[in-house]
């Protein structure tokens, strides 16, 4: 019998991975097709619609999108805004997370309620406009921070996740001289590396893919981060006019641009994800129930 169920065991496991590998393989492959798309010429782009390995390898696409140094501005841009947003919001997000971690606060219950309801409702995109006009933001980086600020269901993950730290260190903590802010940043903080770690992740990718505000309060090309940047190249590589940079010295390669954009837009958070990846399930999963 307890060989039956370790053959039934092996066979299940090997059932697994074929699966798991199947699907695996259909995921990984179209990012792949991207990326030897963007290295061959357009050519063999119009006449085969899948590549996965050139049979000529071109670098025309990333000569074309690097054929000024605005894209390396756009990306100084986007990392800029990218790094310091990141820290403006977790710094901000921990901070609210770990005033409403606390039973003991004061309009605790009022505070909750408010910010859940930011998630079912907004002002929308006139209202905050305006309101970015009027507080003099307009055409400034902060602009594509300061709106953006908090996003409730981060600081709720986090909130979650603190009130399942357990109460007995802070009391020792406070038996020991430490005042609020010393219990976050000694005890809490350090034993929330899973969460700070996936929340920043978060974070992150959505301050990279910045595009609709940039569009919206940036009127300055030389601040423009780059993905609104690289949404113009493909436009001018298709053939069509715009304002903006100047690409005019290599004839553009179309569908190969188009391939390359996608790649310079998503290389550098695919770097960073590998030094977060050990932190990102249990970070996702720990304060989204309690135990």
Known sequence: MI?????????????????LGLIGLLTILPFLHVIAASFTT???????RFVLVPRIWSLDAYRYIFSTDTIIKSMGVSIFVTVVGTLWSMTISVLMAYGLSRRDLWGRNYIQFFVIFT????????????????????????????????????????RSFFQNVPISLEESAKIDGCNDFGILFRIVLPISKPALATISLFYAVTY????????????DSAKWPVQVL???IVVLASGLNYDGAEYTDIPPPEQTVKMATIVVATIPILIVYPFLQKYFAKGALLGSVKG
């Not at 050519?43 to 085969?48: D, H, I, Q």
């Not at 406009?129 to 600081?155: D, E, H, K, R, Y």
């Not at 990279?208 to 009127?219: F, G, K, V």
């Open 230 to 232: 690289l949404r113009q």
């Open 3 to 19: 060989e039956n169920r370790s053959i039934s065991g092996k066979i299940f496991n090997v059932t697994n991975i074929i699966l």
């Open 42 to 48: 357009s050519a063999e782009l119009a006449n085969s």
């Open 208 to 219: 990279w893919n910045t595009y609709m505000h940039a569009i919206l309060y940036i009127s």
């Open 119 to 158: 998630m079912l409702f907004n002002g929308g995109m006139i209202p905050t406009f305006l309101i970015v006009q009027q507080t003099g933001l307009m055409n400034s980086l902060a602009a594509l921070i300061i709106p953006v600020t908090i996003n409730a269901f981060n600081m709720i993950i986090l």
